[in-house]
């Protein structure tokens, strides 16, 4: 099936810095990828759509200026957390497809542990 | 899409077959169940999906009642690398998918 692949795994940030998740699509190109976000025992939250090539559309009670979704080609998608917080220290995961790639709903990444200190 | 409900843990012998029930009542007629399985600290796994046919793959079968308001995954032989939290998620094939979540079942395979 189809790789979506995210760097870092795992990232460790100080208290106001920004910390940037990418997104790939390794094997396909996707216009749209999807950014989710998981905290601890609770089950994914959709927070964005991002759009190739145009503005990301948030999800109700998301910052879009806290959480920036930069998708600049048809294999990467960025989101950016903007002076983070510990609050914001949670499990990020992005997900893909095109339509015609059979029946799966989606092909996610192996998922971002942001930790903010 | 349609909402599911699924209980929120389940317990399994290692060895033995794990039966997870999912209701999804007011699933349309061109919504497709799907299941995946989130092991801790990583994206979810696709398992396996149906329409209104029971399918078997390498991983599960997925049992879906006559009405298709309700499915079962069954896992034949649990093990310990089954443990995991498995979501039941209906939705339709084609176009973008913005695949909602819900609480899912936490099944413990225990040795």
């Known amino acids: 099936g189809a790789v979506v692949s995210q760097h870092p795994s795992w990232v460790i940030c100080k208290s106001g810095t920004s910390v940037k998740i990418e997104c790939r699509s390794l094997d396909f190109q996707a216009t749209t990828m999807f950014w989710y976000r998981q905290f601890p025992k609770q089950s994914l939250m959709l927070m964005a759509t991002s759009n190739e090539g145009s503005k990301a559309t948030y999800e109700q009670g998301v910052e879009k ?8 080609s048809l294999t990467l998608s960025t989101l950016t957390v903007t002076s983070a917080h510990p609050e914001d220290s949670s499990f990020y995961i992005c997900s893909a497809r095109e339509p015609g790639q059979g029946p799966q709903l989606a092909f996610f990444g192996q998922g971002t542990r942001l930790t903010v200190v | 899409d349609a909402k599911t409900t699924q209980p929120p843990s389940m317990d399994c012998a290692e060895g033995r077959a794990a039966n997870l029930p999912c209701n999804h009542s007011t699933i349309s007629g061109n919504e497709y169940v799907y299941w995946y399985r989130q092991i801790h600290s990583q994206g979810p796994q696709y398992i396996i999906h149906g329409l ?5 793959n390498e991983m599960a079968s997925l049992i879906i009642t006559e009405d298709r308001k309700s499915s079962t995954l069954i896992l034949p032989h649990a093990t310990l690398r089954d443990t995991a939290v498995y979501y039941c998620i209906v939705g339709s094939q084609g176009g973008y998918q913005k695949v909602t979540f819900g609480t899912g079942t936490k099944l413990q395979v225990i040795p």
């Open chain 1, 65 to 72: 200026d806290k959480f920036l979704i930069n998708h600049a």
């Open chain 2, 52 to 56: 209104k046919n029971n399918e078997t």
